[in-house]
């Protein structure tokens, strides 16, 4: 197939479109390096030394003999030009994950909430439109988030997008509906994501695109098969407080002898992904589109659930790093239960990654092998949900107040 990624160049998005070419497909990449630019205002960089994406390119030909494109464009910006390269490359699929990814980078400042806003709904609605105009028939798998889905326990399995739910008639019978699962976004980022799902309902329904929305958990690892294959395939890894993911965060903080900082209780309780099962998950979605018409298929693209604490501790029992609560900058409840249904992926043949495989030492490795690339300053998480809560202050490990944090 002839597979347009669109956040290529991304912490997903690079393993996939090498796992997706060592395949056969040819892989076109579109992206404009936000997530780049953003290292430079904030000042920090992934731990893992990365080459601009047209040498990790060559090195990749050189490698497997197989070619990727890099195109440089805004999904959000620049309709024109990419209704222009879809109608030029007719892609047969597009996977979908250029949108501004943290939470708590979304959070930062009323800016930040804008752009993540204009950003990742602009990218999404233009690429729609774009593949109509464009007559572009192809398969959009796009990387949701588990988040939508809110945090609260209710008591029951969240299911894979879609809710029987039964209303009550004018003549008093029951009339049966199936709804999208009523989302509960726990940031701006979030809310991008719940927004994404009403746009691809909109379009499948009135243009009959063929649309896949997996809803992922966070992804932890690092190296997939393909980005072993030669250092400078290396995928990139975020530490800091903004961009860094729990599990990714307690390895590296493991690894440089600095305490894994639990954020309230640590009772939240959240779905987790190893990056090579993300990359094979994207294959399987590929392989099984819907139909014209079909409504959007979704999938829950998790495999297990943990604790935070119980992760920090699995860490801890790990390495011998030391554990420190901290006050949580978040909003949401400070302890929560989760039982997701996963049927759909594992019928497709996935075989999950958990994390009793080694493959948390094999993180914290990484991490030791590049700690030297590690601004200890950068480790903390300052990013708060709201004005109240008295924490937009930035802490050390030990939860003392640095300073403020406007
Ligand atoms: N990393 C996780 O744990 C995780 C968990 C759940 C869902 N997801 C979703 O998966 C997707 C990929 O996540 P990631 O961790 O690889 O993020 P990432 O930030 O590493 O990659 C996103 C890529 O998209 C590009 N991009 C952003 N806006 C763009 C635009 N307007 N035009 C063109 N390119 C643009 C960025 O430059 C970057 O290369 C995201 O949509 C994210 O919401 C990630």
Same mark, same amino acid.
């Given at each position: ?69 890099f195109h440089l464009l805004d ?165 800091d407080g903004d961009y860094g ?69 699995? $860490?801890? #029992?790990?390495?011998?790093?030391? &554990?420190?609560?901290?006050?949580? *900058?978040?909003?949401? @409840?400070?302890?929560? /239960? !989760? ?26 490795? $990484?991490? #030791?092998?590049?700690?030297?690339? &590690?601004?200890?300053?950068?480790? *903390?998480?300052?990013? @708060?949900?709201?004005? /109240? !809560? ?17």
């Open positions: 197939m002839r597979i347009a990624i669109l956040g290529g160049d991304g912490f997903v998005g690079w393993p996939t479109c090498l796992h997706l070419s060592a395949q056969g497909h040819e892989i076109h990449i579109l992206d404009n390096l936000s997530r780049r630019w953003i290292d430079t205002e904030l000042g920090v960089q992934s731990l893992t030394p990365m080459d601009s994406i047209q040498e990790r390119c060559r090195i990749w030909k050189e490698v497997s003999g197989e070619t990727i494109r999904l959000s910006g620049e309709y024109e030009r990419l209704k222009g390269w879809l109608t030029e490359h007719k892609p047969d699929a597009i996977v979908h994950f250029a949108e501004q990814r943290a939470a708590p980078y979304s959070m930062k400042t009323d800016r930040h909430k804008v752009y993540t806003v204009n950003n990742n709904v602009n990218a999404t609605h233009n690429l729609l439109a774009a593949m109509v105009e464009a007559e572009c028939d192809a398969h959009l798998v796009h990387l949701g988030t588990m988040g939508v889905y809110g945090y609260s326990s209710v008591g029951a399995a969240i299911p894979e997008g879609y809710l029987d739910v039964d209303i009550e008639t004018l003549e008093g019978t029951k009339a049966r509906q199936e709804i999208l699962y009523p989302t509960k976004p726990g940031s701006v980022y979030h809310m991008t994501k719940s927004l994404d799902q009403i746009l691809f309902q909109f379009y499948a329904q009135n243009d009959g695109l063929r649309i896949t929305d997996l809803h992922q958990g966070i992804v932890w690892g690092t190296h997939t098969d393909q980005t072993r294959r030669h250092e400078q395939l290396i995928n990139r890894f975020d530490y993911t729990v599990l990714n965060r307690f390895l590296i903080q493991a690894a440089i002898d600095y305490p894994l900082t639990v954020h309230g209780t640590g009772g939240q309780t959240r779905a987790f992904i190893h990056i090579q099962d993300s990359v094979r998950c994207i294959e399987l979605a590929l392989g099984d589109a819907p139909e014209h018409g079909e409504r959007v298929r979704i999938f829950n693209q998790m495999t297990e659930t943990h604790r935070v604490r119980d992760l920090a501790e699995l $860490v801890s #029992k790990l390495t011998g790093a030391s &554990i420190k609560y901290l006050p949580n *900058p978040r909003k949401e @409840a400070p302890e929560n /239960d !989760l039982v997701v249904k996963n049927d759909q992926f594992l019928t497709l043949g996935l075989n999950p990654t958990t994390l009793a495989e080694g493959l948390l030492s094999e993180v914290v490795d $990484v991490a #030791k092998k590049y700690a030297h690339r &590690i601004d200890r300053s950068r480790v *903390p998480a300052v990013s @708060a949900w709201t004005r /109240d !809560l008295g924490s937009r202050v930035e802490r050390d490990p030990e939860g003392k107040a640095l300073k403020s944090v406007s």
